[in-house]
């Protein structure tokens, strides 16, 4: 994730922003560690060319292969391992200690509160509204973070509010 940053600000000619990781407050009624999260997933059709060969490497992917060489391959690549044997080998425990940011991405990842994407116009909406909320910040170190989640806060209550206007007036008929 640093990384990114980093290369992202330096594509902008902007010098990187000071920053830190933590997981977004829940509401009051809200469960702590929770959120909405994707994947990738591998998938072999029935009838592949080379099913083994897509085995194979979905089983070099996630450490079946060699926990050692997953924990490179997620490191390189700034990837979260699937398995719980990749993230406690020893190579992998040192990347994360060398990026603290990933380690907080990596503990939150653990969590039993995170769900996949709700496939819904109001889910896809909060979730486009955070990820500009968050390239602003980072393009606009001068402002202030508190405001700009605020203003995203406001633009998703404005449309889930029109969303429930709109089920309203659909169940009125």
């Known amino acids: 994730f640093e990384i990114d940053i980093e290369a992202f600000t330096a594509a902008r000619g902007i010098a990187a922003p000071r920053f830190g ?3 977004l407050p829940p509401p009051e009624s809200g469960r702590s560690r929770s959120g909405w999260v994707n994947g990738n997933f591998f998938v072999v059709p029935r009838g592949a060319k080379n099913s083994a060969g897509a ?3 979905i089983r070099f992917w996630i450490g079946l292969e060699s926990v050692n060489q997953a924990a490179r ?9 699937v398995s719980a044997a990749v993230i406690e080998s020893k190579s992998f425990q040192e990347y994360l200690r060398q990026h603290p940011l990933m380690a907080e991405f990596v503990d939150l990842a653990g969590s039993d509160q995170l769900f996949p994407f709700p496939q819904t116009r109001g889910a896809m909406f909060f979730k486009r509204t ?3 909320a968050a390239e602003e910040a980072i393009s606009h170190p001068e402002r202030s973070s508190a405001e700009i989640l605020r203003n995203a806060g406001l633009r998703i209550q404005s449309q889930l509010d029109r969303l429930k206007q709109i089920e309203g007036a659909a169940d009125a008929d």
Do not use: H, N
């Open 130 to 132: 955070l990820e500009a």
């Open 55 to 57: 085995w194979a490497f």
């Open 73 to 81: 391959t997620c490191a390189d690549g700034g990837w979260i391992p």
């Open 21 to 23: 990781v933590c997981p």
